[in-house]
């Protein structure tokens, strides 16, 4: 392995083992390891897409917040369909009760329905989409994908934290100066801490 070598985190917690991989990998810029949350980012969009009865691809700047866990933020403050935005389509105690806890916690559910089984299925088309995105560009669409901050939206650096990204070709870009409310900087806040625990109980092992 060495400086041109990219790596995608897949087994879980996947940021904290991007973090801890990144420590083990040193010759391998932090830029070329990244965590999966486009399996997240795959079922909010397709949960949108089935609750406003459209097509899925018709859904743009939909994005996941922080950690691959029950913490995430699925975003749709800055998402739109066609010319309009969805925060203005979809009713926010549905977008907060329901959406949100239902893309959190998706995995949990499915594991629970397959006896114990995850939907290898899922992840493995999920991870599909991550690569070839990041290997042949998103031609300026936005996905989501755990990357090493550098203190981007107030992130402590060397953290893996799912952005919004545009990938171009072989390498991605963070979509920066977005507009955060108070309601998504909670949220964005409350993954961060889970990331900042998870660093400070591996980092006595590194």
């Known amino acids: 392995m060495g400086r041109n070598t990219r790596i995608a985190v897949v087994g879980n917690p996947a940021n904290t083992n991007a973090f801890i991989t990144s420590h ?3 010759d391998i810029p932090p830029i070329n390891i990244t965590a999966m949350t486009r399996l997240d980012y795959n079922r909010g969009i397709s949960m949108l897409a089935n609750h ?6 018709d859904i743009k700047r939909f994005l996941i917040w922080g950690n691959h866990s029950s913490t995430q933020f ?19 105690k549905w977008f907060v009760s329901t959406f949100i806890p239902n893309v959190q916690k998706r995995g949990q559910e499915v594991i629970k329905a397959k006896d114990g089984k995850s939907s290898a299925a899922s992840a ?34 060397g953290l893996f934290y799912s952005y919004p990204v545009i990938h171009n070709q072989k390498s991605w870009d963070i979509v920066k100066d977005l507009p955060i409310d108070e309601f998504a ?6 993954t961060h801490k889970e990331l900042l ?6 980092s006595s092992m590194l």
């Open 197 to 202: 625990e998870e660093r400070n109980i591996v």
């Open 185 to 190: 900087a909670e949220k964005m806040e409350a």
């Open 74 to 92: 699925p975003d749709i403050s800055h998402a739109t369909l066609g010319d309009k935005h969805l925060s203005d389509l979809i009713d926010k």
């Open 52 to 57: 406003l009865k459209c097509d899925l691809r």
């Open 24 to 26: 083990f990998a040193p």
């Open 124 to 157: 493995a088309s999920a991870l599909v989409d991550h690569v070839r995105d990041w290997h042949l560009g998103s031609w300026g669409k936005w996905t989501s994908i755990a990357v090493h901050s550098e203190g981007e939206y107030g992130i402590t650096k």
